[in-house]
């Protein structure tokens, strides 16, 4: 059995790699027509395991990626596909309507629909002037 000396460095990288247990999903955002668009890549997670909320136009999605397998003895060469839970937030270009959202799941990709909001018209305002002393 070989030891091998102890570094500040090790314990340093090796709660670095701790710390990035969990992952943060990809996200695309775009508009088409009237409705804001968000895909996020969450293959190997199943949809009841992700919640979505949406709060003041910034929309989270938080979620839970379940180990796999147990095997601890499996001689990695490198290990990067994560367990755990995670969670990402995204600003919306636009106001949007969070009680017509919709969401679909398929093929590891989730694919959430925003209506955007009617914009308000403007409305002019007359201004009653009153000479009364």
């Known amino acids: 059995m070989s ?8 314990d340093t990288f090796d709660s670095l790699e701790k710390s990035l247990s969990n992952f943060v999903p ?3 955002v775009y508009e088409e027509g009237q409705e804001v668009i968000v895909e996020a890549t969450l293959a190997g997670i199943k949809p009841e395991d992700v919640e979505i909320n949406i709060n003041e136009d910034v929309l989270t999605i938080d979620g839970q990626r379940q180990a796999t397998s147990e095997i601890e003895e499996k001689n990695y060469y490198r290990k ?22 919709k969401a679909d799941f398929k093929n590891g990709l989730l694919k959430v629909i ?3 909001k009617k914009q308000s018209k403007s409305k002019s305002i007359k201004i009653n002037i009153n000479n009364k002393k």
């Open 26 to 28: 990809a996200v695309d």
């Open 80 to 101: 990067e596909v994560r367990s755990g839970s995670f969670h990402r937030s995204v600003m919306l270009p636009a106001s949007v309507d969070a009680d017509k959202a």
């Open 3 to 10: 030891l091998i000396p102890w570094s500040p460095f090790l």
């Open 114 to 116: 925003l209506p955007k």
